[in-house]
T-cell receptor, first 113, second 112 residues
């Protein structure tokens, strides 16, 4: 069974630029999550989808971050414009359903200069 | 509110046993997960507890006491490859849906 795929693996941008990350979950997994992990901290949930609907986006900075999962499979997370404090690893995870074991992708390491 | 505490760092010797503790406060506890995260890699699932008691899985065991808001991960016969961060994560349902809240992680260094 293929795992969660993410791209790109690394990205360096300047502040005020925009960036987009892509995630393809494990086949058949209805729930998809985007987390932000700052160095030395645990992952923080940004947004949770159930199929193509948003379950929780309470911690998503909506003035600059957006995410979509239009067909209920893969998803994109966008930051526009980026700030220095957005430098982090962005992890995508998926699970069969909400509350079930989450499986993580390799993450995208973002550096904002 | 929600709060998860675990030690920042621990060291142990190859072949030994180490216990990583996690205490939590949450209004809608619905299970606890442990994940392992090697430096620069994604978290990988280790164990899950929802009822009180010990769950054993090879060299790794996890314990839960819901009344005390306490869990631990026990690693036996430590190997160098066990050097990693160990994340305690609480599944919380207080918002009407399941949500995973992670602690900051415990960085374990195993030395010869």
């Amino acid at each position: 069974e293929a795992g969660v795929a993410q791209s790109p693996r690394y990205k360096i941008i300047e502040k005020r630029q925009s960036v987009a990350f892509w995630c393809n979950p494990i086949s058949g997994h209805a729930t998809l999550y985007w987390y932000q992990q700052i160095l030395g901290q645990g992952p923080k949930l940004l947004i949770q989808f159930q199929n193509n609907g948003v379950v929780d986006d309470s911690q998503l900075p909506k003035d600059r971050f957006s995410a979509e999962r239009l067909k209920g499979v893969d998803s994109t997370l966008k930051i526009q414009p980026a700030k220095l404090e957005d430098s982090a690893v962005y992890l995508c995870a998926s699970s069969r359903g909400t509350g079930e074991t989450q499986y993580f992708g390799p993450g995208t390491r973002l550096l904002v200069l | 509110g929600q709060n998860i505490d675990q030690p920042t760092e621990m060291t142990a010797t190859e072949g030994a046993i180490v216990q990583i503790n996690c205490t939590y406060q949450t209004s809608g506890f619905n299970g606890l997960f442990w994940y392992q995260q090697h430096a620069g890699e994604a978290p990988t699932f280790l164990s899950y507890n929802v009822l009180d008691g010990l769950e054993e899985k090879g060299r790794f065991s996890s314990f839960l006491s819901r009344s005390k808001g306490y869990s631990y991960l026990l690693l036996k016969e430590l190997q160098m490859k066990d050097s990693a961060s160990y994340l305690c994560a609480v599944r919380d349902i207080s918002g009407g849906y399941n949500k995973l809240i992670f602690g900051a992680g415990t960085r374990l260094a195993v030395h010869p």
